[in-house]
């Protein structure tokens, strides 16, 4: 038997499946599993995105676009965001 490298359960699976069947009625149906999925199962959600890391970062480049964002201005926020406050306390 192989190991999975994915590091997903029998029951990760199992949610993978139920949600492929989603697909088919709709991108919204597919997206609400998703969404219903992260909150009631975080674990299950965090396996079924660290899977797929190239996909997870196409959808937060197509999410912050959607935004109005670009990966610059992402990358400009998390610099300014780890440079030490001019200000002093």
Request: proline fraction near 4%.
């Amino acid at each position: 038997m192989t190991e999975d490298p994915s590091l997903l359960t029998d029951a990760d699976w199992a949610v993978i499946n139920a949600i492929l069947k989603e697909q088919g009625r709709s991108q919204k149906a597919l997206e609400h599993a998703f969404m219903k999925l992260a909150v009631e199962n975080p674990e299950c959600y965090s396996r079924l995105l660290a899977a797929n890391p190239a996909k997870v970062r196409e959808a937060l480049r197509n999410a912050n676009a959607e935004l109005g964002f670009e990966d610059d201005d992402i990358r400009e926020m998390i610099r300014d965001n780890e440079s030490p406050s001019k200000e002093s306390h």
